[in-house]
């Protein structure tokens, strides 16, 4: 009996998300809108000249062809301008093209290609959109990073432009760990040819921050582990007063006792005084 084929999803030209294959009709990506043709049970091929400009360039990026893909970007934008994506793939391809061919890192450049993408957008799900533009600049950071290393072109100048990409998927993207990480690991090796870490500040204030998230992950841990287990036990868990309500508490008690001390004075004056009026 023979086992039935299955076909893996196929990457949209346009963004790269998968697509799952479809037969007949067309195939809308959820996440940038191209329309695909259906292409039998192989998936989707491009229904228009856009998206084979789009899967062209993409095809010439992942080979390391910086240059071709840059063109074919470069390409789309004068021709469709208002394509968000392609700003955005423009961006990439030429920090790429620019660290291979001139050993440095523009990132301002690259982060204007990003801001021009995010303004062009005009979808559903712009947030989606940013959080994984940010995803992709941070990785594309990482990896520029080590082509730099590769070249001796990791000076402060070009490390502290990547660490601008890291910064922005800090903020935007869906993994703030691995930013710190990645921010540290650039801050901690950069020196100059003199031995000091002109970074060492930038370094240490995200290792605080790597500390202060683990330590808040750990004492959370422990706490859900005490709770279940006194919940196990069928005993409801302690809860320990704020010291701001035990304070506000005695409060309340001392203005409650001063005003009975003063009822009670109050009482006793008015009985002498009931008593002095009828012996005279």
Same mark, same amino acid.
């Given at each position: 009996m023979s086992e039935e084929k299955t076909t893996p999803p196929r990457p949209?030209?346009?963004?790269?998300?998968?697509?799952?294959?479809?037969? &007949?009709?067309?195939?809308?990506?959820?996440?940038?809108?191209?329309?695909?043709?259906?292409?039998?049970?192989?998936?989707?091929?491009?229904?228009?000249? +856009?998206? &084979? +400009?789009?899967?062209?360039?993409?095809?010439?990026?992942?080979?390391?062809d910086y240059a071709a893909a840059y063109e074919t970007f470069d390409r789309i934008t004068d021709e469709h301008p208002d394509e968000h994506e392609a700003w955005l793939e423009k961006g990439l391809a030429g920090a790429y093209q620019e660290l291979t061919e001139e050993g440095r890192v523009d990132a301002d450049e690259l982060l204007l290609r990003l801001e021009k993408a995010l303004e062009l957008y005009r979808g559903e799900g712009r947030e989606a959109f940013e959080r994984k533009a940010a995803d992709r600049l941070g990785a594309a950071a990482l990896e520029l990073? *080590?082509?730099?290393?590769?070249?001796?072109?990791?000076?402060?100048?070009?490390?502290?432009?990547? +660490?601008?990409? +890291?910064?922005?998927?800090?903020?935007?993207?869906? *993994?703030?760990?691995?930013?710190?990480?990645?921010?540290?690991?650039?801050? &901690?090796?950069?020196?100059?040819?003199e031995g000091t870490r002109p970074l060492a500040h930038v370094a240490e204030k995200y290792q605080k921050k790597i500390?202060?998230?683990?330590?808040?992950?750990?004492?959370?841990?422990? &706490?859900?582990g005490a709770k279940a287990a006194a919940e196990a036990k069928g005993e409801a868990p302690e809860e320990k007063a704020a010291p701001s309500r035990r304070k506000s508490g005695r409060t309340a008690l001392t203005v409650v006792g001063i005003v009975a001390g003063i009822a009670v004075l109050c009482v006793l004056c008015f009985v002498i005084l009931a008593v002095i009026v009828s012996v005279s």
């Open positions: 949209c030209p346009k963004c790269g998300a998968a697509l799952e294959p479809q037969a &007949e009709g067309k195939v809308t990506c959820e996440y940038c809108g191209a329309s695909l043709d259906a292409d039998g049970p192989g998936g989707a091929k491009p229904a228009d000249p +856009l998206a &084979e +400009l789009y899967e062209r360039g993409r095809e010439a990026f992942a080979r390391g990073y *080590d082509h730099a290393v590769q070249r001796g072109a990791d000076d402060e100048a070009n490390v502290k432009g990547l +660490l601008d990409l +890291l910064f922005f998927w800090e903020t935007s993207g869906s *993994d703030e760990a691995a930013a710190w990480n990645g921010i540290v690991r650039l801050a &901690e090796e950069t020196a100059t040819p500390r202060e998230k683990a330590e808040a992950e750990a004492r959370a841990a422990t &706490e859900a």
